[in-house]
């Protein structure tokens, strides 16, 4: 098993803002397949990492829920971190049929050898090998569960064993360094935007396990600087009135009280980045710009949302929506 180390977080995540002496938990770096890969290009965003690494360090018996709109960079920020920090994941997306067992595990026809006839064995599950070797189990969309399935994860949550009845009611205690992360649209109180598809209200007791983050998106400063690193050979310019456009445009979709607004569909960082990386792959082509945001976003928009994204985009870019 590879060593638990300290990580100064100004070191691992070249923040030279933080003190040298504020620390946290990882594990030396290994090859182990379930450490994430890093993405060079990502650009942390300060109060996730204290957020996140302060619960990695220290849980008090917590799980962690991140919230926040789509494509703001919730799954992306742990398993960037976790790449950080050497902490293999174990990933998962919930939703309305994941039930308990799939996270545990189940028997299968395995061969030892090619060719030799296949035996009866007991695959181990991401909740059950993570929780064996240390890990972070990370359930994506977790608002899409079942409750009454999700309760089943309560007392692995607090802190207890697991016991697999299937496997001859074997036992796994947590290892020190297992960690619950899951990640959400919601906040586990159901949807009352309607805007997210089959998100469950869940129990009220299940969510009582969790302490809560919020991840909105990030400030235009920090976009610009994903922009910057995604695509460097586009104009300054034109990357700031991208920024500008996608702020709007969530304008818009918020409306006043943030939950009234004209539209739809939203552009998260996720379809930023799309619309930057586009523009550049068809540069030359007329009107590129708009040519990009139709495939990145105006497609799946009604021909209304579309006409009032396209009329933004125009207000922004003045003369060179071209
Ligand atoms: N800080 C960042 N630096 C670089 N890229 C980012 C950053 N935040 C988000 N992105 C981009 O946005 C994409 C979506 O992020 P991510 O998958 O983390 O969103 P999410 O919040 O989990 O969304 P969903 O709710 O839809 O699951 C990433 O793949 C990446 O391209
Ligand atoms: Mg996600």
Do not use: C
Request: charged residues 25%; proline residues 6%; glycine residues 10%.
């Amino acid at each position: 098993m590879t060593e638990i180390v300290k990580y100064s977080i100004r070191k691992a995540f070249e923040m030279n803002s933080v003190p040298e002496k504020v620390t946290t938990l990882g594990y030396a770096p290994s090859s182990d397949p379930f450490i994430p890969s890093k993405d060079k290009n990502y650009v942390f965003r300060k109060e996730l990492i204290r957020e996140v690494t302060a619960f990695l360090k220290s849980p008090f018996g917590d799980a962690l829920y991140v919230t926040g709109p789509t494509g703001s960079g919730k799954t992306s920020g742990i398993t960037e971190i976790a790449a950080r920090l050497s902490w293999p994941v174990q990933q998962i997306t919930a939703n309305g049929r994941m039930e308990l067992a799939d996270l545990v595990g189940h028997h299968a026809l395995i061969s030892p050898k090619p060719g030799e006839a296949p035996i009866m064995k007991f695959m181990y599950g991401p909740l059950a090998t993570a929780m064996k070797y240390g890990q972070i189990l990370l359930i994506n969309e977790i608002d899409l569960a079942d409750p009454a399935e999700l309760s089943g994860l309560n007392d692995v949550l607090e802190g207890r064993p697991l016991v697999i009845s299937q496997n001859g009611g074997e036992i796994i205690k947590p290892h020190p360094m297992f960690r619950v992360v899951v990640t959400g649209n919601s906040t586990g109180s159901g949807d009352p935007t309607g805007r997210y598809q089959g998100v469950m209200m869940q129990n009220i007791a299940a969510m009582d396990r969790y302490r809560f983050i919020k991840v909105g998106y990030a400030e235009a400063a920090t976009e610009m600087d994903i922009l910057g690193r995604v695509a460097p050979t586009l104009n300054e310019s034109i990357r700031e009135g991208m920024v500008k456009t996608a702020n709007e445009i969530r304008r818009l979709f918020m409306g006043e009280s943030g939950d009234d607004g004209e539209i739809g569909v939203t552009m998260s960082t996720r379809t930023l980045v799309r619309w930057a990386k586009l523009s550049l792959q068809f540069r030359g082509a007329p009107n590129t710009l708009k040519y990009a945001l139709e495939q990145a976003l105006l497609t799946r928009s009604s021909k209304e949302e579309s006409e009032a994204i396209l009329r933004i985009s125009k207000d922004v870019f003045g003369e060179q929506w071209r």
